[in-house]
């Protein structure tokens, strides 16, 4: 099976601007958790999807958005860009949600200019 | 949120066996413990889960004692290519009662020759 993969692998922004991410699944996954990485703040977890509904969500502001489809591929948006937005941003998918084994993408780096 | 803590470092030579614990208070009663593996600009990779007492892979063994509020990961006869960030996640309740996915801070483990 494909593992999960991200794109795009690297992008630059500038503050203000929003940015869309993408996220394909293992095949046969449902659930779709997303999350950011900083070296001050470590991982930290965004949001969870599955059935293409949100399903927890973590503590971050109303910028960060996310959806998922039919097809279990999901999206996640961010509005307003900031410097502090800069991150590596994963994704990870999993057959069922909760502690289902988590299968992690590369990551897309997000840079904020 | 409850939190998860580990050691921020720990240092080891090849051949030795490297022990690193995670506690996690407010655990739910159906989450189970999944450690992962993370290289630089790469997505954490799955090492090892388990629920409760011992679990063994071909990697890593896992130790959970009776009260599930601590786990520790075994690292059998390290080398060079251990060197990563290791962290412990765990589902956490949130204070609405929907449950969110804790990463610990993360071990820097550092293998000498």
């Known amino acids: 099976k494909a593992g999960v993969t991200q794109t795009p692998r690297y992008l630059i922004k500038t503050r203000g601007q929003q940015v869309t991410l993408s996220c394909s699944p293992i095949?046969?996954?449902?659930?779709v958790s997303w999350y950011q990485q900083t070296p001050g703040q470590g991982l930290q977890f965004l949001f969870e999807?599955?059935?293409?509904?949100?399903?927890n969500k973590g503590n971050f502001p109303g910028r960060f958005s996310g959806r998922q489809f039919s097809n279990s591929r999901s999206e996640m948006n961010v509005s307003t860009l900031e410097l502090g937005d800069s991150a590596l941003y994963l994704c990870?998918?999993?057959?069922?949600?909760?502690?289902?084994?988590?299968?992690f993408g590369p990551g897309t780096r997000l840079t904020v200019l | 949120l409850a939190k998860t803590t580990q050691p921020i470092s720990m240092d080891s030579y090849e051949g030795q066996e490297v022990n690193i614990t995670c506690s996690h208070n407010n655990i739910a009663t159906n989450d189970y413990i999944t450690w992962y593996q993370q290289f630089p600009s790469q997505g954490p990779r799955f090492i090892i889960q388990?629920?409760?007492t011992k679990v063994t892979n071909e990697v890593a063994s896992l130790f959970i004692p009776a009260d599930r509020k601590s786990s520790t990961l075994s690292l059998p006869r390290v080398s060079l290519s251990d060197t990563a960030v290791y962290y412990c996640l765990v589902g956490d309740v949130m204070d609405t009662g929907r449950r969110a996915l804790t990463f610990g801070s993360g071990t820097r483990l550092q293998v000498q020759p």
């Open positions: 388990g629920y409760k």
């Open positions: 095949s046969g996954h449902r659930s």
């Open positions: 999807y599955f059935s293409e509904t949100q399903r």
């Open positions: 990870a998918s999993s057959q069922n949600m909760g502690t289902d084994t988590q299968y």
